[in-house]
T-cell receptor
Framework: DAMVIQNPRYQVTQFGKPVTLSCSQT?????MYWYQQKSSQAPKLLFH???????NEADTPDNFQSRRPNTSFCFLDIRSPGLGDAAMYLC?????????????FGPGTRLTVT | GNSVTQMEGPVTLSEEAFLTINCTYT??????LFWYVQYPGEGLQLLLK?????DKGSNKGFEATYRKETTSFHLEKGSVQVSDSAVYFC??????????FGTGTLLAVQP
């Protein structure tokens, strides 16, 4: 089945220690998104890639970076995690950008910062 | 601006009860509308969608109708099951290239 895969499902890192979360997709979609979701809240878009074009949200902290080396993979790098960065991180894809196209979500990576 | 307002939860129902979760939106133009469901510990899954006014999206017994006059997209199900317990997010595809989500409504169905 075509899908969005996130690894690992659970990640523990130390305060200030860089961490990378991974996402891959077999849908061959052009757009890949990273969301942060804290408890009992809606997902918050951090940034997205449309093909190789990176689109950052205005309020995304500089501490969050992303890489998309090819169509299938996208990475979220947190350079110096703080306690406030503990959250569920969701990767999603869509065929094209724009509101008409549904987004397909991965299962998420739950990040704990100690 | 673009926003989505949905009823606050938690909504607690007995099995086989009728479900309504209200959702209204503000947007420029006529965006596509979506309901996503999130089961505990998982990512979001698309439940249903509607792309234009008067369209009805349906899936797994859930329905929602795109009402342009009232800018609403209320989610309904005639008979809920325990397995429907989850968080439900209403969203619209706004003028920018992203989804605008509501705050989510937790549904708890008791046997």
């Amino acid at each position: 089945d075509a899908m969005v895969i996130q690894n690992p499902r659970y990640q523990v890192t130390q305060f200030g220690k860089p961490v990378t979360l991974s996402c891959s997709q077999t849908l061959n979609h052009n757009v890949m998104y990273w969301y942060q979701q804290k408890s009992s809240q809606a997902p918050k878009l951090l940034f997205h890639y449309y093909d190789k074009d990176f689109n950052n949200e205005a309020d995304t902290p500089d501490n969050f970076q992303s890489r998309r080396p090819n169509t299938s993979f996208c990475f979220l790098d947190i350079r110096s995690p703080g306690l406030g960065d503990a959250a569920m991180y969701l990767c999603a894809t869509s065929r094209e950008p724009g509101g008409t196209y549904e987004q397909y979500f991965g299962p998420g990576t739950r990040l704990t910062v100690t | 601006g673009n926003s989505v307002t949905q009823m606050e939860g938690p909504v607690t129902l007995s099995e086989e009860a009728f479900l309504t979760i209200n959702c209204t939106y503000t947007a420029t133009g006529y965006p596509s509308l979506f309901w996503y469901v999130q089961y505990p510990g998982e990512g979001l899954q698309l439940l249903l969608k509607a792309t234009k006014a008067d369209d009805k999206g349906s899936n797994k017994g859930f329905e929602a109708t795109y009402r342009k006059e009232t800018t609403s997209f209320h989610l309904e199900k005639g008979s809920v099951q325990v397995s429907d317990s989850a968080v439900y997010f209403c969203a619209h595809g706004g003028a920018t290239n992203k989804l605008i989500f509501g705050t989510g409504t937790l549904l708890a169905v008791q046997p």
